[in-house]
């Protein structure tokens, strides 16, 4: 049997099923970053994220500098999401032989671009050849820190509990979408506009950072949105074992998205619910709690969070509430890259 | 112009050369391990290694589980030859459609087994599907710890400190000879005892941490011998800034060693200046602190440790001692992936 047969998610949950414990692991593997204890004031995060050439991108639809950039902000959306700081990162780079130094110094400088805005130290990494494969991969570990007591992870959230999602949701998807479909007559500022959403993510940090510090009975879960909408919720309602009811007209749908989606002819709303890489926050707050959230976010970043829907119980499972009140099961569609 | 024409260190050390500081970054890119200060008692060590199939290895020279405890051995060597203790470890799998999920389940097995074996801590990782390469990768971050005061750099040794080296030298060279030459009518225990050696290296925690405990003033700088001994000594040298006179007599070879290069017909101290993946521990002690030394790592850990050399001006360079005294230089000659 192939290692096809099973989505991405499926292999890390049998290979991964009978870790033994360690002392010092305050968080192991299933959540968007490991919290490990060093014995500071602060705990450590750490997550590993990889970009590979003709899976994740290829250099027809990025520049070099933008495959760097992305490959840190996919691993910095991880730390976002625990509410943590980045601070240190290690870069792996595997390099078929024809590429050249120039294309290598290039994407290094993304890289380094991306990790001196958020004030990152590059401390270590390796480069290997390729071999045959023609493939360039970038593999980086990321560690970032976190307050004791401030993480929020996949698992605290409960019935009851509001769900919010930062910024406009699709708009990546919609980008990209124009980049593979250029044929149609896009108005070009909404395209784009679009495209460097999709083509440079900005990882939510300093939102993260407040939604942390705000506490876990504020903030109840977090996860970032990389594989799309319904496919990240599941991760959380999964971890915290709850359901989850969605409000189709809350979801928060860029002017962007919305011209380009009736250009194009497609749902504006597939894009919001299942398209993947986002990076925005998703994250669950406790009931009463919800002025207090939004001022906390809007004062500090001038960010915009929507309240999108609420958990129910995990029995229900999850669910979209349509533009007239009818309840559907919201079947989570998410990019598998074992299976393509 | 290709990638191919810079070595790996050179790339490495184009790409990495104006990286801005940061707190918290106690030592950068450059060493076996970067040490990293998160506020603890203990500073943190951190390094990643990766294995390419038909770079680093094959399905046919090595068992799917070997393959795996080959990837946590050579990280966990990096962690012992700063004088640290591993920890906890990130594994990045990018896997090739056509492996199937019985023999990525035997990697992890290795792997898992390895980590257990020094009590590391899995705690996160990727899967990532390889697009059209064929090619398995294993990409290892692993994070260890040293007390403040005891890592050992590469760049503490000083003109006059004796150099030594744990174990015996090149019976991992010799092992993969024998691999890639089956022809010869080798002796079977010895040359099995060499194939172990070379797949499945035995990285020196227990030596380092004790080197690592006697304190600078003793045991000045360390390196593992995972490129061969002429090129790791070479790093050293460099870091430090002074040269090296090393003297061939005194190179400590085992007798299957010995056997096995009588039979290949091939220059035992080839395999010991030059063979890579040894993974034993190459360090430098300040005069007088020889006997210390010895008795420090013998009377704890049963490994013999071998004084091979002195190290002298950098402007000596390195030099190699003849059996019959005269002295030639050293030139290092280690494999580069980059140039295959």
Redesign the interface.
Known sequence: ??????S?FE??A???RN????P??VL??GDD??I?D?????L?L?????L?????FTFQTYSPEQIGQRAVAINISDIAAMGGEP??A?I?L??P??????L??RV?AGL?QEA?QF?????????????????L?I?I?L?G?IERGNALMRSGARVGDILFVTGSLGDSAAGLYTILHPGNAYPSEERDALRSVHRIPRPRVREGRILGQLGPETVTAMIDISDGLSGDLQHLCERSNVGARIDTMQLPLSQALRTIASVAGHDPFDWALHGGEDYELLFSVAPGKEDLVFQAVQSATGTSITAIGILCPAEEGMKLVSPVGQEKVLVPRSWD??K?
Request: glycine fraction near 12%.
């Open positions: 049997m192939g290692a096809s047969r099973l991405e292999l890390i049998l290979l991964t870790l033994p414990l360690h010092g692991v192991g593997v970053c490991a490990l060093t014995g500071g004031n602060t450590l750490a997550t590993c994220d990889s590979v050439e003709g899976v994740h601070r240190f290690l792996s595997i390099l032989l024809r590429q050249s130094q120039e290598i110094e290094y380094l001196e004030a990152i130290a590059i401390v270590g990494g390796n480069i290997s050849g390729a071999g045959k494969s023609e493939q991969v593999d570990t560690l820190s890259h074992l393509q």
